[in-house]
């Protein structure tokens, strides 16, 4: 199942904008990037939500006159160049007043998740970048290989440790995670956690060990979850997933041995569903989908689509609960 022209959310962000690598060490250009006539500011607080206009479904981005006023103690992390416009992140302190900003800029919190679906594939794609960047300073505050407190570099993208015996440099984490419709004879393999709203089930997911392929990482987690075998494995297309820190490796896979047996206990459930099950279950309310906001979703309607010609968008907006 070849990969299809939508983007997935938060996906896409290099169409508009230069993150402007080769310039993050240079102090001049960024003191006039930070101070241009078209700036904008990205607002975060300490858990890493955004700023929302109070009104619309778009962020509220700061000017620099703004910056100044409110928030000039605050250093600016660069994130890049969109569209001839310089866009920088602002994190808030811990103590800040978040009520009295809400006030003060017209404006509402929202996290990631929530505004995911609501923003433009643009702000989408700058909050979660913003957010992962965020994440990683607030996690990454003394040095892995000495201990000792690191100080931020390169207009946010590196650490450096403050240990003249050491010096060492951080870079941003990632950590990949792989993502597989697994499919058998007409129907495909979904599972739920016992967290999930009633109904709910997905895709099968994990974490990629160190030393591992990612079609390796394939094969073993859905093994060790559901116990299906797997043998071809094909890449579909990857999401940037900061909550808090990983990359999604979407996939497609064929069973070889379809026989579930729950190993490792993650899944409360895992069955085999084909189109008309799906179908059914949707609209009698006793299946829920994955959100929209995971490349989940895409992996289902993506196969649903080239199986059997179904439009899951239009399938769930006819469905009595909505997924």
Not at 167 to 181: E, Q, Y
Not at 202 to 217: H, M, Q
Request: hydrophobic letters at 45%.
């Amino acid at each position: 199942m070849a990969a299809s022209t939508p983007l997935n959310t938060f996906a896409g962000l290099s169409l508009t904008l230069d993150r402007m690598a080769e310039r993050r060490d240079d102090a001049d250009w960024l003191a006039a990037q930070a101070a241009a006539p078209d700036v904008r500011y990205l607002l975060l607080d300490d858990s890493g939500s955004a700023f929302l206009e109070r009104e619309h479904e778009a962020l509220r981005w700061l000017n620099a006159d703004e910056r100044a006023r409110l928030f000039g103690h605050l250093p600016a992390t660069l994130l890049g160049v969109a569209r001839e416009r310089p866009h920088f992140l602002l994190a808030l302190d811990d103590d800040a007043r978040i009520d009295e900003l809400e006030t003060a800029l017209d404006a509402r919190r929202m996290g990631l998740r929530e505004a995911g679906v609501l923003l433009g594939a643009v702000e989408a794609g700058l909050f979660a970048y913003a957010k992962g960047l965020l994440h990683w300073h607030r996690e990454t505050r003394h040095c892995a290989r000495c201990g000792a407190l690191v100080r931020v570099v390169s207009a946010g993208h590196r650490l450096q440790c403050t240990s003249a015996a050491c010096g060492r440099l951080h870079f941003p984490r990632t950590d990949t995670a792989m993502i597989v419709l697994v499919e058998h004879d007409g129907a495909c393999l979904l599972g739920r956690q016992a967290g999930w709203p009633a109904g709910r089930y997905s895709t099968l997911a994990g974490f990629v060990e160190p030393g591992e392929a990612l079609e390796d990482a394939v094969r073993r987690e859905v093994a060790e979850e559901s116990g299906v075998i797997v043998g071809a494995v094909r890449y579909h297309s990857s999401q940037p997933w900061p909550m808090p820190a990983s990359l999604m490796a979407a996939f497609t896979a064929t069973a070889r041995i379809p026989d579930i047996r729950l190993r490792d206990h993650e899944l409360q459930d895992a069955r085999w569903f084909t189109p008309r099950q799906i179908v059914d279950g949707l609209a009698d309310g006793s299946l829920l989908t994955p959100t929209r906001l995971s490349v989940s979703y895409r992996l289902l309607a993506d196969w649903l689509s080239e199986r059997a010609g179904l439009d899951l968008d239009e399938l769930v907006k006819a469905a009595p609960v909505s997924a």
